[in-house]
């Protein structure tokens, strides 16, 4: 019985054994993986970024010329900065570093106020043109997050306008030093992209203000920030090349574009039998532009995706962006920065609705996130954006950042799109595309008065509607496109006419503005010749009737060139564009111009009525794939329609770079 028990167990072990055994050479045969750690991100190493946010000051302010006033003030809204920095990771996980960073109001006038005072003979504003501190930071580093403490050194810098009762205006820079602190979270959501929220309270030195008039303010400020950053890290291998790994996206789900663009122009002295108060000057005179993007793009789901444009604005127009129909720099802002000024100049959602069928490949861009997407496609978009991001494409004159500079040339000049003074709206869109055509159409909020920042919400009743059809051809082998635009415009708007028929208005179109109807439309064709050559032509057209809300004052428009790439002479991402407008005002829009009467971008004070005819030239010369160098020339007859000025000739430079 015992050696029976034995023999069985024995058997039962041997079986176990065997079963054992044959487990494992099944796993063998199995490729498992271990899950591989992932390491966790090191702080340590310089990084650069951008910020945007909300900031609240307060100021009490005091005026004495000698008569007293005084105020407490808040003030604030959107802004946006750059920053630089170095951390330093101790193997305890404690993160010590120094950062450096400069923050900019936005372009809304009234945000950067600081405190406006006013007696019987002085008017005094102070404005903030930027902030900005040197800071220390410590914190602690628990997994892809940083928790961190900072403070340091601040400065403020700050203009004092005073508008004496008598005398000319006066004007006193000032800065101011001070302190900071504040705190906030960092989270690395890519092995070189950090995102953070920070919280920073800055108390400023009180400043005093002595001004030629015998006028003096004195102020105290204080001022808060909550805002957002994003970070790249600077860790780049020794001997590698630091531009690709700089712009390495690091996913499919998200991509981070951006660019800067510095635009000088100038002109020598030309002739002018008179000048209003829109002409351009006759005495030589030189200006420049300068704007800085970042394109924040991010895939949300199938089909949704969210785009982003924080941008820093700075410069001049030629004249303060007056004095000519067809104005010479697609970058110059109606409103004029000698600081940066911080813009959302794009937010948007988009999503898109495949139907099937033939598929192909979306480039990635600026608005663009790279993707395959069905031909048979309807997408729709709403949110912050220009009109003519959706309408009046053309592959050779689209961009003033790369192409032509001259606004009747880049775009139809007697399309009078809904935009605000640095030509962004509000609005929705719906695109239907088909392999042989795409049709289009959009609802943009107006703009309450003419060329104001502020929109009229009174939906429907009052906008800018857009319809496009665009065909597409191949003409041996070679694609073309034509568009058809049709617009009207529903806005609180005055009458040439009716300005020009009632003298008692003294020429004040705004005793006039109602509720009008302005309409019209565009015809845009491109056609590539070759490979390396392309011609472009517009035609637009509008009826003259009612005031210009928003782009420029010209009616009617016929402009056309050609665009050539390098490739023959060995340069083939080179490019010369070749082009010509000549641009038109209806009877009412001119009567009204010759009788005296002020225009969005003209007004001599008298006219001896011409068409204004520009013709533009340019070379872009490209370094290397991301910075490119332009020379441009324009020859202007008859500036604002008026053979009694110039011709003028206006040359400028460009410098572009973009990842």
Known sequence: MRRGARTAAKRLIAGLALGLLSLEVEAADIPLKAPRPQPAFDWSGLYFGAHAGFGRGFSDATLADPAFAATGNFFGGPFGGLQAGYNFQLPSRIVLGLEADVTFPNYIHGNSVISSLATAKSLVFDQMDFVGSLRGRAGYAAGPWLFYATGGLAFSGERFLNTPADGNDEKRLNMRPGWIAGGGAEFAFAPHWTLRLE???????????????????????????????????????????????????????????????????????????????????????TQATWSSSLFINTRLWEGGELYYTPELLQGFGLNDTVGLGGFPNGE????????????????????????????????????????KVDVSRLTVQAGKFAVIDIFDGNAYAKDTRKDFMNWSI?????????????????????????????????????LGKSNTNNFDTRVPERGNYV????????????????????????????????????????????????????????????????????????????????????????????????????????????????????????KDHRDFIAAGGIGILIGDGALNYRRERIFETYYAYALNKQITLTADYQFIANPAYNADRGPVSIFSGRFHAEF
Request: net charge negative; aromatic share 14%; glycine share 10%.
């Open 199 to 285: 919280y920073l309270y800055s108390q400023f030195q009180n400043a005093t203000v002595q001004f030629a008039s015998g006028a003096q303010s004195a102020s105290t400020l204080n001022f808060q920030q909550i805002r957002v950053g994003l970070n790249r890290k600077i860790d780049w291998p020794a001997g590698s090349d630091p531009l690709p790994a700089l712009v390495d996206p690091e996913s499919d789900r998200w991509e981070i574009h951006g660019q800067t663009t510095y635009l000088p122009q100038g002109y020598p002295a030309f002739r002018a039998a008179y000048s209003g108060p829109n002409s351009l000057t006759p005495a030589p005179q």
């Open 332 to 371: 110059a802002q109606k409103s004029n920065f000698p600081y940066p000024h911080y813009n959302t100049s794009r937010l948007f959602l988009r999503q898109t609705f495949g139907f099937g069928g033939e598929q192909e490949e979306l480039a990635s861009g600026p608005t663009q996130l790279a993707s």
């Open 410 to 446: 880049w775009a139809p000049g007697a399309f009078d799109y809904s935009a605000d003074k640095v030509g962004l709206t509000y609005g929705a869109t719906a695109e239907l595309n088909q392999k042989q055509w795409a049709l289009r159409a959009g609802y943009f909020l107006m």
């Open 467 to 586: 319809l496009e059809l665009e065909t597409r051809w191949s003409l041996f082998s070679l694609p073309g496109k034509l568009r058809t635009i049709g617009w009207f415009n529903s806005a609180f708007s005055g009458s040439y006419r009716e300005t020009l028929d009632n003298p008692a208005l003294m020429l004040d179109i705004s005793q006039t503005r109602a509720g009008r109807i302005k309409y019209g439309y565009v015809l845009n064709l491109e056609q590539a010749l070759s490979d390396d050559v392309g011609l472009f032509g517009r035609w637009s057209w509008n009826d003259g009737k009612t005031e210009i809300m928003a782009f420029t004052d010209i009616d009617a428009s016929l402009a056309g060139g050609v665009s050539i790439k390098g490739a023959r002479w060995g340069r083939p991402d080179d490019v010369i564009g070749i082009g010509g407008v000549v641009n038109a005002l209806s």
